[in-house]
């Protein structure tokens, strides 16, 4: 399995850049659960079921267990993201924003914890696409800055032209490790603590505003190029 694909979905067909101002950002990258989709994955009930506290690292946790307990508590948390890829909902104005900054030229990635599979299925149900896919198949996951890293690699990109998007604080931390600027994802009714980022938005029609701020999401007919 690739750690790293240039497209997830469909093929970027060939486009003629939408005219307007500099976006504030060359790239954006963005956590998939709870970011780009609706809050799904209950992390309470896999750390109950798996015997982890609250307050401990889930994957870090996992990967110090004895073989066997390792083993089963990996089949716990493949269930329950499977049982939340049955109930996956795209957050309301994510395709929108990813087909925009197509359009305007912006790179986009997904850096998630998850696995490649949730993020083809992501794609495929939404007919949306992305530059770089980073999954928990890669060597390093977040709060390490090693996705992060390696999609400014591939991108070519200085930190500072980047984004990164995310609505729990291992998002914020791997990005700041990294030196992107930082985003939280604040889904309405989710307790997350206190997250310190450089911007915090609670809809993607923020997240648009902060990407594009000489752009109004609603100044932007879609429809063509959405086939709506």
């Not at 060359?26 to 659960?33: P, Q």
């Not at 299925?121 to 390490?144: L, M, N, W």
């Not at 994802?185 to 938005?201: K, L, M, Q, W, Y």
Request: hydrophobic letters at 40%; aromatic letters at 6%.
């Amino acid at each position: 399995m690739s750690i790293g694909s240039t497209v997830c979905g469909h093929p970027h067909p060939p486009v003629l850049l939408l005219p307007g101002k500099t976006p504030r950002f060359d790239g954006i990258i963005l956590d998939l659960d709870g970011t780009l989709t609706r809050p799904t994955l209950d992390f309470a009930a896999i750390r109950r079921e798996i015997g982890i506290g609250a307050d401990d690292d889930l994957v870090e946790r996992i990967n110090i267990l004895p073989s066997d307990r390792r083993i089963a508590a990996w089949a716990i948390v493949e269930r329950h993201e499977e049982e939340a890829r049955r109930r996956q909902v795209i957050q309301p104005g994510a395709r929108e924003l990813l087909e925009h900054c197509r359009l305007r030229g912006v790179r986009t990635a997904v850096v998630t914890r998850n696995t490649r599979r949730s993020v083809e299925t992501f794609c495929a149900r939404y007919e949306v696409s992305f530059d770089t896919v980073v999954t928990r198949e890669f060597p390093f996951i977040k709060p390490h800055p090693g996705p992060i890293q390696y999609v400014l690699a591939q991108w070519k990109m200085t930190a500072e032209r980047v984004l990164t998007v995310g609505d729990y604080i291992h998002d914020i931390a791997s990005g700041r490790a990294a030196g992107t600027l930082t985003c939280h994802f604040r889904n309405p009714g989710c307790a997350t603590g206190n997250i310190e980022a450089d911007f915090s938005v609670k809809s993607m029609g923020e997240l648009w505003e902060l990407v594009f701020p000489d752009e109004a999401c609603g100044d932007v007919d879609l429809s063509t190029h959405l086939g709506t």
